[in-house]
């Protein structure tokens, strides 16, 4: 998070009042102290532009999301694409697509170019070839360890799979698994209230967990804010049908929203990077050709 407001764009904050208290938070110790109280007092409460009557109904995790979004939207080449969902009818003429706008997403290829060749990247962290590992029992039998993605069965097969196929015309260069990993779970912003967040993140099973559970680590990469289907929907619904959708047609609408974000998060970059793979100076400074390969997605069931 900035340390000021310099570089947020100006509809990040509701008003000047939140501002400056989202600031405080954010700036200053960790650990809020008299001084920090003070300075609460000082550079807040005392700022001309602060208003008691702006606070009203202020919900700190909401302000902040709202922060997050409006990053989102001028930063990190994340942008705002259209969905749209086929609807089925049952019986009678067939009805338009129905379009879900503003869902915010960044690229999975540009995320993979970036962060692999990032010197912040942990270079001496990535393992670019997998293994199995076995512990020795004291009885004397071996036992297979299962701890990180790189040295699990998939990996490995994937890393074997992919050095048995005819290589890229021309090209010599190693040819590695680019372990992706995806998780996702919708966030509620208030204690009351249905005002509420669903974010997908992005990680790289190259790196070890003990690295990727690291709040410090820039290991998670926030990909999308997957959208829900809107309320209008039934009004959309209604004009064309005369009648309300039903929920068993809800559900599958549903379902096809989160195909249409698939859909466009694996799109024609993406594939093409799947098969022929992209060309990278790691962060370890060698030229390889990384292939990315979906292993895990954790996500809760928000279609039902």
């Given at each position: 998070m900035p340390s000021t407001s310099d570089t947020l764009p100006s509809d990040a904050f509701d008003n000047p009042t939140?501002?400056?208290l989202l600031e405080w938070m954010w700036t200053g110790s960790d650990r809020k102290s008299c001084e920090e109280l003070n300075r609460l007092a000082r550079d807040v409460m005392g700022h001309p532009l602060f208003k008691v009557s702006d606070l009203l109904g202020f919900d700190a995790r909401r302000a902040t999301a709202k922060v997050d979004t409006a990053i989102a939207r001028h930063t990190d080449h994340w942008e705002e694409a259209t969905l749209e969902i086929k609807v089925p009818t049952g019986h009678g003429d067939?009805?338009?697509?129905?379009?879900?706008?503003?869902?915010?997403?960044?690229s999975i290829v540009e995320i993979i170019k970036s962060s692999w060749s990032s010197i912040e990247a942990h270079a001496s962290e990535w393992h670019y070839i997998p293994f199995r590992q076995f512990w020795q029992r004291p009885?004397?039998?071996?036992?297979?360890?299962?701890?990180?993605?790189?040295?699990?069965?998939?990996?490995?097969?994937a890393y074997e799979d992919l050095?048995?196929?005819?290589?890229?015309?021309?090209?010599?260069?190693?040819?590695?698994?680019?372990g992706l990993m995806f998780?996702?779970?919708?966030?509620?912003l208030a204690n009351f209230g249905d005002a509420s967040l669903w974010p997908?993140?992005?990680?790289?099973?190259?790196?070890?967990?003990?690295?990727?559970c690291k709040p410090s680590s820039p290991s998670c990469h926030h990909l999308a804010y997957i959208p829900k289907l809107p309320d209008t929907f039934y009004d959309?619904?209604?004009?064309?049908?005369?009648?309300?959708?039903t929920a068993d047609l809800l559900t599958h609408c549903r379902r096809e929203l989160m195909h249409a974000v698939w859909r466009h998060l694996l799109d024609a970059d993406f594939l093409k990077a799947y098969t022929h793979g992209i060309v990278i100076k790691c962060a370890d400074g060698i030229m390889?050709?990384?292939?990315?390969?979906?292993?895990?997605?954790?996500?809760?069931?928000?279609?039902k």
């Amino acid at each position: 998070m900035p340390s000021t407001s310099d570089t947020l764009p100006s509809d990040a904050f509701d008003n000047p009042t939140t501002q400056l208290l989202l600031e405080w938070m954010w700036t200053g110790s960790d650990r809020k102290s008299c001084e920090e109280l003070n300075r609460l007092a000082r550079d807040v409460m005392g700022h001309p532009l602060f208003k008691v009557s702006d606070l009203l109904g202020f919900d700190a995790r909401r302000a902040t999301a709202k922060v997050d979004t409006a990053i989102a939207r001028h930063t990190d080449h994340w942008e705002e694409a259209t969905l749209e969902i086929k609807v089925p009818t049952g019986h009678g003429d067939p009805i338009p697509p129905f379009a879900v706008h503003g869902f915010l997403n960044r690229s999975i290829v540009e995320i993979i170019k970036s962060s692999w060749s990032s010197i912040e990247a942990h270079a001496s962290e990535w393992h670019y070839i997998p293994f199995r590992q076995f512990w020795q029992r004291p009885d004397g039998r071996t036992e297979r360890v299962h701890d990180e993605l790189y040295a699990s069965e998939a990996f490995n097969q994937a890393y074997e799979d992919l050095q048995r196929q005819d290589p890229e015309p021309g090209c010599t260069l190693e040819r590695v698994v680019c372990g992706l990993m995806f998780w996702s779970d919708s966030t509620h912003l208030a204690n009351f209230g249905d005002a509420s967040l669903w974010p997908l993140y992005m990680y790289f099973g190259n790196l070890s967990k003990y690295v990727r559970c690291k709040p410090s680590s820039p290991s998670c990469h926030h990909l999308a804010y997957i959208p829900k289907l809107p309320d209008t929907f039934y009004d959309f619904f209604l004009k064309h049908k005369k009648e309300p959708p039903t929920a068993d047609l809800l559900t599958h609408c549903r379902r096809e929203l989160m195909h249409a974000v698939w859909r466009h998060l694996l799109d024609a970059d993406f594939l093409k990077a799947y098969t022929h793979g992209i060309v990278i100076k790691c962060a370890d400074g060698i030229m390889r050709r990384v292939y990315p390969r979906i292993f895990t997605y954790s996500a809760d069931y928000p279609e039902k």
